[in-house]
């Protein structure tokens, strides 16, 4: 048998202690993330419903992570601007803190300006969902949806009914009401929930649909009168609120709903990390605690079952903006 020449045996000798090698060091630098700060983009105000089941993850996840997670506030579009800014991140270590409209229902509303695409974001994992609540002012003399069914037809100009804004979950969910009980709902959209609640208390507007945690003071308080809410179950923080298939009208389910999404250039492993530690914060005692503080139910949920979801609301949704000839630009 012929002699191997000692330098080719020196390579081949190398070779292989570097194919054994190297799938450590892969490994040690997927476990190596994250390597700085995580940032949480908020495509809304803080202090709304977004920015605050946000801000519940931040103290669990950094700590299952080792590393600062930080929240950054960037309003405007009806979120599209930091969604936008989420979709075109390129150091796997910015998140989106993402919505109902963000996620779905922005697709239809923005037909020819929306600045990202679905496939551009990458589902991680759904983290709550808050039921919608159809409120009616005090001096609004109805008590039932049905009843405020049956004012709406007798009178001639319909009802006022308020939103948080134009193109918004609540927006929609007025106008899918409107639409499954055929009556006329005047829309009066407000920027936030926080001045359209005030008109409401005020006796301005007839009715609005809030995001349930924005609006469970003033109904516990006697300020609004809570007519129904928008899940198919009851929920625990309002108890004695019946929902809309109860009322008579089970087309009319309407959650809003929060979760992660993440770039869709992120490596598949570090999205799927990131969603394991999600479904286990969510599991936290104390985390679901803090959620269900905030009228929402702590959901967690895998990448797979989140994308599929979503597909099923870009769809629904799709279909009620069609149906109301709705659009932002």
Do not use: C
């Amino acid at each position: 048998m012929p002699a191997i020449p000692r330098r080719v045996a020196l390579g081949a000798s190398l070779g292989a202690a570097l194919s054994t090698l190297l799938p450590g060091r892969r490994a040690a630098a997927q476990a190596a993330w994250p390597n700085r700060p995580v940032r949480i983009i908020v495509p809304f105000s803080a202090a709304g419903t977004t920015d605050i089941v946000a801000r519940i993850l931040v103290e669990p996840l950094s700590a299952r992570l080792g590393q600062s997670v930080v929240i950054e506030n960037r309003p405007g579009a009806g979120g599209n601007i930091g969604a936008e800014a989420v979709a075109k991140a390129t150091d796997n270590h910015t998140l989106l803190m993402t919505t109902i409209g963000t996620a779905a229902i922005n697709y239809g509303l923005y037909r020819t300006t929306m600045p990202y695409k679905p496939e551009d974001l990458v589902a991680v994992s759904n983290i709550a969902a808050v039921p919608n609540v159809i409120i009616a002012a005090p001096g609004v003399p109805v008590k039932t949806l049905q009843e405020a069914v049956a004012l709406a037809k007798q009178r001639r100009d319909g009802l006022t009914i308020a939103s948080s804004g134009n193109g918004t979950s609540l927006h929609l969910t007025g106008e899918l009401w409107k639409q499954v009980a055929g009556i006329n709902l005047v829309h009066v959209p407000f920027r936030g929930s926080g001045p359209m609640l005030t008109e409401v208390i005020a006796g301005r507007v007839d009715l609005a649909v809030d995001n349930l945690p924005s609006s469970l003071g003033h109904i516990r308080d006697g300020r609004v009168r809570a007519l129904a809410v928008t899940t198919p179950e009851r929920s625990p923080a309002v108890p004695d609120v019946p929902t809309t298939r109860e009322a008579g009208y089970p087309g009319l389910d309407a959650t809003a709903w929060f979760g992660i999404q993440a770039p869709a250039r992120m490596p598949a492993e570090i999205v799927q990390r990131l969603s394991q530690e999600l479904q286990a914060i969510v599991k936290e005692p104390a985390v679901r605690a803090k959620i269900e503080e905030q009228g929402a139910q702590p959901v967690g949920d895998t990448p797979e079952h989140f994308a599929g979801f979503i597909q099923g609301e870009i769809a629904r949704w799709g279909e009620v903006i069609r149906k109301g000839n709705i659009q932002l630009d």
